[in-house]
């Protein structure tokens, strides 16, 4: 696996990497019980770390992997030698309702950095102005199409478009969104791109873009919403979870998920690499940098909330001197950590003039990039690898 940089990655569209092997490192005790997913141990494995599994040994454990919903027990009791997967805070990512008031703020403040996302009211609280956008008859002004989508939904349940306001839930927590009507068709078919991107530190902000991911298609040729087709998921709603059902779902051949290149689920290696053919270089690479872009800005729409919350749980690691093995075995975490604990102490500043750093992002041709790229090495925000394998 090798993981890049947020900045690297946005300047160079993903391409097929060497893998280098790991020595073994026995010092590394990784919490394996609260994880939910063999890949993960597989990995753990691979780097020759030891899988903890037996809970006498749970407190010598320098890693948790925590899938499991008790993840506050486990940030109260840790340690400023351990680390653990997740950043407390991240739910105001992670549930729509949130991400939508998170982002919505950000857009009033920085109106061009943050115009990414189609326009989104986190109802009951916006119904009013929601209630705007239709007639006195509660039609659509505009004809416009909206998609309505729960606040804790996932897999596209309890998701449908309508262009009247009459469907739409008047106290329950959910986003409306302004449906987008005409999207990137690949074979006639709709689609979305699964993108992993890792956060590895938070003070100061680290991320990573994996260079690899998923394209998801509809099973349903698309065409613009109509009366007939509105509830049609399999055309409108990109989720496995809705397509795998349908007759027209092809299950991906290839072994390996990085060569799927035909099927219903197919990678975003295969995709970049048809954006390049089809739409040319620069559009390419213009794709791949904004995506780096979006995940930046997602996350820095939260970065005074997660700054907050990692003081509040770890504060008493102030001070504490940073000393966790820097054999080779260790790179994976030498630079400064995966999680938490390891990172505790280190912190550098905060609050919300990192969006800026978000907005300076952009490649540029000539003199204006490279004073553009200093600028960035100057900056707080650091993103640098500490995954390399
Ligand atoms: N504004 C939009 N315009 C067009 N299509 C949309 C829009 N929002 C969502 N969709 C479609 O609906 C699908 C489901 O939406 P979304 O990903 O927001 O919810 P989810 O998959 O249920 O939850 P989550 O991704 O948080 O687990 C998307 O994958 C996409 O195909
Ligand atoms: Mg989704």
Not at 12 to 29: D, I, Y
Not at 132 to 160: L, V, W
Request: net charge positive.
């Amino acid at each position: 696996m090798a993981l890049v940089p947020v900045q690297q990655a946005a300047n160079k569209a993903p391409a097929a990497k060497q893998l280098k092997k790991r020595k073994p490192n026995s010092k590394v005790w990784f919490w394996a019980v609260d994880c939910r997913y063999s890949v993960i141990v597989d990995a753990v494995r691979g780097l020759g770390w030891r899988a903890v599994e037996d809970e006498k040994n749970e407190s010598k454990s320098n890693i948790y992997w925590i899938d499991v919903a008790a993840i506050h027990e486990r940030f109260r009791s840790i340690q400023p030698w351990q680390m653990i997967n997740h950043f407390p805070g991240m739910p105001n990512i992670a549930r729509k309702n949130r991400m939508g008031q998170n982002l919505n703020r950000m857009l009033k403040m920085f109106p061009r950095e943050y115009s990414f996302y189609p326009r989104t009211w986190v109802l009951p609280g916006e119904l009013s102005d929601f209630r705007a956008q239709f007639d006195e008859k509660g039609n659509s002004i505009g004809n416009k199409i909206y998609i309505i989508k729960p606040d804790t939904g996932c897999q596209g349940r309890g998701i449908f478009l309508t262009r009247t306001f009459d469907q739409v839930p008047q106290h329950e927590n959910v986003v409306a969104q302004l449906y987008i009507k005409k999207p990137l068709l690949l074979d006639g078919f709709k689609f979305d791109l699964r993108i992993y991107c890792l956060v590895s530190s938070v003070k100061p902000l680290r991320m990573y873009l994996f260079h690899d991911g998923l394209v998801r298609m509809c099973t349903e040729a698309y065409v613009k919403p109509t009366k007939q087709n509105i509830s049609n998921v399999c055309m409108h709603l990109t989720n496995y979870a809705v397509n795998k059902h349908n007759s027209n779902f092809q299950q991906p051949t290839a072994k390996a998920s990085s060569e799927n290149e035909n099927g219903s689920k197919r990678s975003l290696h295969w995709f970049m690499t048809w954006v390049r053919e089809n739409k040319g270089d620069v559009k390419a690479d213009w794709l791949w940098n904004r995506i780096g872009i979006l995940c930046v800005r997602t996350v820095l729409s939260i970065m005074p909330t997660l700054s907050r919350e990692y003081d509040q749980h770890f504060r008493s690691f102030n001070g504490i001197p940073w000393s966790f093995p820097q054999s080779s075995g260790a790179g994976a975490y030498g630079s400064g950590g995966l999680g938490a604990g390891a990172t505790a102490g280190a912190g550098s500043g905060s609050g919300a003039s990192g969006g800026r750093a978000g907005g300076e992002d952009r490649p540029r041709s000539g003199s204006r990039g490279k004073a553009a790229g200093e600028a960035r090495s100057q900056s707080r925000w650091v993103v640098r690898p500490c995954f390399e394998s």
